[in-house]
């Protein structure tokens, strides 16, 4: 019995973690050179860069579990600048607590809205690691090779038929069951085999994301306020290019080294800058970012020392009432093929949260199915 998964992002890491606990042997298929999905975390010269997600919300209690299981309690840091404010015109102005995220469209519990996030003390990409650090002795990780082909055995659902995973170096693996932990968008060109699930794939919506981070001497910041950042009023997203700024080194402690500030920019891009040729270059973004940061904060006269951009294209789910549907619809038209089940942001709300949640019940769901396929002779067909 081996379970695939498609997918090495932190919904893919959590559910190989669940089953190599229960001793299920499990191959991660991650078509990037590297895991953890929208998580990556640099750490610089003293600096810790988020190119991806920064942090939990305070009732992401899934992650905070996981944390806990994998030693990391010590690690864990709370938002300590939790005043947010708003760019209207040339002023900056206070918001109240909560106001910020709902502004921005991020889906929070409303007991969590105002209380800010909380993190690793050297970035999110520590929970990656960790993950990866306590599956690799029972995990077959197949990295930077994407796939490029699904099909059941047999051509049909049958217990214990399987699936048939197709690569793009020209291998094929055989897998008895799938997990699935991408994006609708990255399944469905899997599947031609069955117009329904491509079908099924096509109704979820994301948007896309491009975060400037730059760092300045302290010095070279004149007029910042305390607080966890700024978010743009509506009317000025289009002038500015940007959503919001994140003053990272002062909403968490170990960001940058002493003498130094960070921020984190984030816009939502239009189609064509994201699929310009030749690309857009990251100087593009930088110079837009240091003209914001040039009339908010009075960083006129100041270079930054370093700068990162990171472009993620439909990368963040948006969710919408007829969502839940939609998912149960693709379950159902996965399940005709072979047995699977789904995890990731792309099914279930919250972030970084809804991804650990969503790994973690997909792979119990897996070890429940796997016992029954252990227990049916191959080729009965597989029910639920």
Not at 323 to 337: D, S
Request: neutral net charge; glycine residues 12%.
């Amino acid at each position: 019995m081996r379970v695939g998964i498609l997918g090495g992002g932190i919904a893919g890491l959590t559910a190989a973690w669940e089953l190599t606990r229960a001793e299920i042997p499990v191959t991660i298929f991650e078509a990037a050179e590297r895991c953890g999905g929208q998580i990556r975390t640099e750490r610089v010269g003293g600096f810790v860069i988020e190119h991806g997600a920064e942090g939990v919300g305070h009732g992401g209690r899934a992650t905070a579990d996981l944390c806990h299981a994998l030693d990391l309690d010590g690690h864990v840091l709370s938002q300590r600048a939790r005043q947010s404010w708003i760019l209207r015109g040339a002023r900056l102005d206070p918001l109240p607590p909560g106001e910020a995220a709902t502004r921005l469209g991020i889906r929070a519990h409303p007991g969590d809205l105002g209380r800010g996030l909380w993190t690793l003390r050297d970035g999110m990409g520590a929970l990656v690691d960790a993950l990866v650090d306590a599956i690799e002795e029972d995990a077959e990780l197949v990295v930077g090779v994407p796939v490029i082909g699904l099909s059941p055995i047999g051509g049909r659902a049958t217990r214990g038929g399987g699936w048939h995973v197709s690569l793009a170096d020209g291998t094929d693996r055989s897998i008895d069951l799938l997990l699935a932990a991408v994006a609708p968008a990255q399944l469905a060109p899997l599947c031609p085999c069955s117009p329904s699930v491509v079908t099924a794939c096509s109704g979820f919506h994301t948007v896309s994301s491009v975060t400037v981070t730059l760092a300045f001497p302290e010095e070279a910041v004149q007029s910042q306020p305390a607080g966890s950042g700024f978010v743009v009023s509506g009317e000025q997203v289009a002038e500015t290019g940007f959503m919001a700024c994140t003053f990272s080194s002062s909403k968490f402690s170990h960001r940058v080294p002493e003498g130094a500030a960070l921020f984190r920019l984030f816009a939502r891009p239009r189609e064509a800058e994201l699929e310009a040729e030749p690309p857009l270059p990251p100087e593009v973004w930088r110079d837009r970012a240091m003209r914001l940061l040039e009339q908010v904060l009075g960083t006129r006269a100041a270079a930054p020392v370093l700068y990162r951009v990171s472009s993620w294209a439909g990368a963040i789910p948006r969710y919408a009432p007829e969502t839940v549907r939609r998912v149960e619809t693709l379950r159902r038209r996965l399940a005709a093929l072979g047995p699977v089940q789904l995890a990731g942001a792309g099914y279930e709300p919250s972030g970084i949260d809804g991804a650990v949640r969503s790994g973690r019940r997909a792979a119990r769901r897996i070890i429940r199915l796997a016992a029954r396929v252990e227990s049916f002779p191959r080729g009965r067909p597989v029910r639920g």
